[in-house]
């Protein structure tokens, strides 16, 4: 099943850059390969490398018992307080504030605008936090949860804390795109709040009672709105007026989608060795995930199958209901509809970057990280 | 038990105000009770007026998942959605950021302090909403809590969502003081974490391991640093320096003790019928209220009474039990030692204030607003 989801991750990269019908120049590529140092594994090293010293300023900066909590919740310490070798993960929500505004505004746009990318990774942190209480995950990085660790009440403040450090980063940030990029940031949140609503919703409603524009629109609150306003804040940073930052932020969102997309598709199919996720994870905890609700609302056969597959508990060790399970999605169309609207999502992602920024020379990096997202998902 | 309680709350009106050592001039009043509109009860409903229409725009910019939470919190709306007459409690903080502003910059500096006073007042709530969830509270101003009505993760989430709001509103605000004050809110809402941290984490230690400075450090994070903020927004709304901006937020910070100090008594001899709350309420709940504390640690023979009964849960309907612990309490001197304490921290809030706005005269709506709340427990 790996090969077919390889083909999954490859097919966004088929879509032509906009700007250039032929295709990016020079590098003999017919996608968006990275070229000149905008690799996406070496834009996410240079971004941690201007980002992390910022995060860790900022969290110092906590009261001692937040503080605790966010240096084990960010892989930097462990439960004791000795130091960790770990990393927060990918961070490509800072790299994609970077990222857009050294596109827009070159290399001093990009150091402007640090405190933004800090701000955005803490805001996504701390949704994570608040989510990982509400969902009950035991896990996230390979790690228990802060709430498995420190209980509910202090992984909701630490949360708390962390929104309240991220909006003061911005605060205290004299830049004038500063006061704009903070409201952008905390409409955001309030984007993420609802989104995470809404799957909490869905979650406990009958799978025949969620329409596919539902969990669509979910997912781009919960995935697409965070990705939309990294690009978004590096764009206010580089001086960018009100059609390229809404550009920007359209093709984050779409970017967003579209990992959400093969995210899911992974969560059916696998792969268990790169992502930690085992194969067939989101079937057993019966997840409306995107395939799964189009292959429900597909009228086939295989939908009838699937919805009473679906209204069954997982028992666990039942490897071949899940076999059955995401077979049925497949017949229904579910796989086929995630893969192409990943592809279609990609391709309005690029549309809209090359609404901001024509030349590809100059997307390249933002081209990068898009096409590493929907190639990862972590 | 109820002529105690007001011995207990006119102490702190015997306090002169240090600007005058001989008291308020021209009042005939020997304490600082209110003058020339500056009532208390006047001056919330006029802070109200203004504040009331810039917390319901904010709220209707909500997504609507969340904005629904809010406003059933809020008292707004029943469950529903029809709209509630209630209004949502005595709002004594954003009063006091324009009180405050008003203080040191006269009416201009008042109308344009409203964002920040909706500001200070959308960050008490959304940290009500939170504590709520820690605690398990069933009720708040005589209504279910938001968490018991829509569920844990709905009530956390629509706290996020309206720590967002609030510091949106500033961020929105063209206000030059709107940065700082942002950044400032956002160091109170740490605060204000670490102190509920403390307080959940007093709650499950031993009697015997929590100490009275523990104790008056958790409840200064908790009441006093965000009634010391509200004070401290309003001046820097008016324009003031950093030394008067700190002596206002001392001021409210002290006096926000003192108001504890007083909420404390009460939880313990009463009074239900004017807050809601029965006498011995905190004794019931095995609560390490700062009376409680000061009584522990007195070292008298009450105090180990005190311990033996604190070591055994409250059985429902033993009056009894806690009319012998409310007794134990103040035998132990817990009831002096918190009156004279309040007294005490009114005494130094007056000098904090005394110390940013020598004119008693445009003093007197702050003094008022102090003397208020340790006058009232909600």
Redesign the interface.
């Known amino acids: 099943m790996a090969e077919s989801m390889t083909e999954t991750e490859q097919r966004p990269s088929g879509v032509p850059y906009p700007g250039t019908p032929e295709g990016r120049r020079g590098t003999g590529d017919p996608g968006f390969a990275p070229h000149d140092g905008q690799e996406a594994p070496e834009l996410l090293e240079r971004s941690r490398a201007l980002v992390d010293p910022a995060m860790r300023a900022a969290v110092e900066s906590?009261?001692?018992?937040?503080r605790r909590i966010a240096r084990y919740h960010f892989g930097w310490e462990h439960v004791d307080g000795s130091p960790a070798a770990g990393h927060a993960g990918k961070a490509i929500r800072p790299a994609l504030v970077l990222a857009a505004a050294a596109a827009l505004g070159g290399p001093a746009a990009r150091a402007a605008a640090v405190p933004a990318a800090a701000a955005v990774e803490l805001v996504h942190n701390?949704?994570l936090l608040?989510d990982d209480?509400?969902d009950r995950d035991p896990t996230r990085r390979h790690r228990p949860t802060a709430w498995t660790v420190f209980g509910?009440?202090?992984a909701?403040?630490?949360?708390?804390?962390i929104?309240?450090?991220a909006?003061?980063l911005?605060?205290?940030d004299p830049h004038p795109a500063?006061?704009?990029a903070?409201?952008r940031l905390?409409?955001c949140?309030?984007?993420l709040?609802?989104g995470?609503?809404?799957d909490?919703?869905l979650e406990h409603r009958a799978p025949e009672e969620v329409t596919l524009d539902e969990v669509l629109a979910m997912a781009e609150a919960k995935t697409g709105a965070l990705l939309g306003c990294a690009c978004a804040l590096g764009a206010l940073y580089a001086g960018a007026g009100p059609e390229e930052v809404a550009a920007l932020d359209g093709f984050g969102r779409q970017a967003g989608l579209a990992f959400q997309l093969i995210d899911d598709v992974i969560g059916i199919w696998g792969e268990p060795l790169r992502t930690g996720k085992p194969a067939g994870a989101d079937l057993a905890a019966r997840k409306k995930s995107l395939p799964v609700v189009a292959a429900l609302v597909s009228g086939t056969p295989a939908a009838a199958e699937l919805a009473a597959l679906y209204g069954k508990p997982y028992i666990t060790g039942d490897s071949e209901g899940i076999a059955r399970t995401a077979l049925a999605v497949e017949r229904a169309g579910g796989r086929d509809w995630a893969q192409t609207e990943a592809a279609d999502r990609m391709a309005r992602a690029m549309q809209e970057l090359a609404r901001a920024i024509p030349d590809p020379e100059a997307a390249g990096g933002l081209l990068a990280l898009a096409e590493f997202v929907t190639r990862r998902s972590s």
């Open positions: 906590l009261p001692a018992s937040m701390f949704t608040h209480v509400m509910d009440a202090d909701i403040l630490a949360g708390d804390a929104q309240a450090l909006l003061r911005l605060a205290e500063a006061a704009p903070a409201a905390a409409d949140v309030m984007e709040c609802a995470q609503h809404t909490t919703d």
